[in-house]
């Protein structure tokens, strides 16, 4: 899988099944200088913090660690 697609993050055990939520461009993520940057929409729906420090990460800091 090439590292900068949008589901490049998710875990296996993610509670977000690809086939069930197609990503919608603008709202789930959108493109900057050839990456993907995933929304705080779509790190909800995911349903949890991966720990990356994503720029738009809901989560509160303590669950970054």
Same mark, same amino acid.
């Given at each position: 899988m *090439? =590292? &900068?697609s949008?589901? %490049? !993050?998710l875990? =296996?055990?993610?509670s977000? *099944?690809s086939?069930?939520?197609? #990503?919608i461009e603008g709202e789930d /993520? /959108?493109?900057? *200088? !050839?990456?993907?940057? #995933?929304? %705080?929409?779509f #790190? #909800?729906?995911r !349903?949890y913090c991966?720990g &990356?420090?994503?720029?738009?990460c809901?989560y ?6």
């Amino acid at each position: 899988m *090439n =590292n &900068n697609s949008p589901r %490049a !993050g998710l875990h =296996n055990n993610s509670s977000i *099944n690809s086939s069930e939520l197609p #990503l919608i461009e603008g709202e789930d /993520y /959108y493109l900057e *200088n !050839g990456l993907f940057v #995933l929304t %705080a929409r779509f #790190l #909800l729906r995911r !349903g949890y913090c991966c720990g &990356n420090d994503c720029r738009h990460c809901p989560y509160p800091k303590e669950s970054h660690e």
